[in-house]
């Protein structure tokens, strides 16, 4: 799971709670990070995902547990220009190129990126010359990209990086982030683009109210919660009883007049539905990210509690296993 193996790792939380008053924004998060990984956080609104990210670049401290970037306290890591941030609520400055602004971030760091590779990396190159205050909301979004960049960081903290950008800066993007953890460092970013984390990400991590909920590879979590889904049409009228109780079936819902079945077990549920009765229009396909996400959540607000959908526990031995602890605690 993680790279760690003995070296210090790049982030550390070790029960970490913090409280805004009665509301737990993060509640007892263990999570560890190591060297070169692409980590995607999850999780839906409100799920604590910017306040984890907050406490982990030292802008607000822990209720109680701690948090350690390279083994230090997070603001140490941060004055040593081993952080680079990109946050959802940064302000344009006024009256200064793209290039000026990067360059004058890039001299208040010991050991900065040259402002050509940073303007290269964030796809500014062409708009370098152009005012900081004068940009559309994903050009401003590449600025934010390059001055995180711009002390040349070992670990970058993106809260979600892509929000405002276009497909083609979206692709450039990625394609930038592999470069940069091809080098070793390591990324962390939060995003609602459950694909884009799914391609891009090599290990996910959902949390929901404040705790982890699962932590594995796409295909990791995507496995846990099932591993297909079987949707077909069905003569109008109410849905016939026992479709629940079908092998294999995980779950049931009806989303824009299809029947969607999850299921761990497509060939069985399959063959057992014309017992039920005669579906329309049958498709058989694996379950997304999405799927899994929502099952997960849902199952973890108590919103689909009928059936267990996370397993109670992940195998021990094996490195590939999502990490489901304490669903629906
Ligand atoms: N400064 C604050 N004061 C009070 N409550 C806060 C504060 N910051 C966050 N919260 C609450 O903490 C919870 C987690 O919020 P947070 O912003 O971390 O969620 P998030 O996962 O980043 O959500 P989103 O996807 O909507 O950005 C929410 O209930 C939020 O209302």
């Known amino acids: 799971m993680t790279t760690t193996h ?17 509301v737990r924004a993060v509640d ?12 995607a956080l999850l999780g839906r609104n409100g799920a604590g995902k910017s306040t984890a990210i907050g406490l982990l670049l030292g802008l607000d401290d822990p209720t109680s547990g701690t948090v350690e970037l390279f083994g230090k306290p997070p603001s140490h890591a941060v004055s040593d220009g081993r952080v680079g941030a990109m946050l959802q609520d940064s302000k344009p400055v006024s009256r200064v190129t793209v290039r000026e602004l990067v360059s004058f ?16 990396l964030a796809g500014l190159t062409e708009l370098a010359g ?11 979004q590449r600025v934010g990209f390059a001055v995180a960049l711009a002390g040349d960081p070992d670990l970058l903290v993106l809260d979600e990086p892509t929000a405002a950008l276009d497909v083609e800066a979206r692709r450039l993007f990625w394609q930038s982030m592999r470069a940069f953890t091809d080098r070793g460092k390591t990324v962390l970013f939060s995003t609602h683009y459950l694909e884009e984390a799914d391609q891009n990400a090599d290990r996910i991590v959902v949390i929901d109210r404040g705790q982890l909920i699962a932590d594995g590879s796409g295909a990791d979590i995507k496995r846990t919660v099932g591993s297909s889904l079987v949707s077909f ?27 969607r079945l999850r299921t761990s077990d497509s060939d069985a549920t399959v063959g057992a539905l014309p017992g039920v009765l005669s579906p329309r229009g049958l498709e058989v396909a694996p379950a997304g990210l999405e ?7 849902a199952h973890h ?7 267990p959908l996370v397993p109670s526990a992940p195998s021990a031995s094996s490195d590939s296993a999502v990490q489901t602890p304490k669903a629906g605690t």
Do not use: N
């Not at 971030?105 to 290269?120: C, I, K, N, S, W």
């Not at 899994?292 to 959540?297: D, G, S, V």
């Open 28 to 39: 007892g998060l263990d999570l560890t990070i190591g060297p070169g990984e692409r980590v």
């Open 6 to 22: 003995g070296a210090i790792p790049v982030v550390k939380f070790t029960g970490a709670v913090k409280e805004f008053g009665a």
């Open 130 to 140: 152009r005012r900081a205050d004068k940009l559309s909301g994903g050009q401003a």
């Open 233 to 259: 049409t069905v003569p109008d009228g109410p849905l016939p009883d026992g479709l629940a109780a079908l092998p294999g079936v995980l779950s049931v819902e009806v989303v824009d007049g299809r029947v």
């Open 301 to 307: 607000s108590g919103r689909d509690a009928d059936r």
């Open 291 to 297: 799927d899994a996400f929502l099952a997960l959540t």
């Open 105 to 120: 971030v890039t001299r208040t760091y010991p050991d900065p990126m040259p402002v050509d590779e940073a303007l290269e």
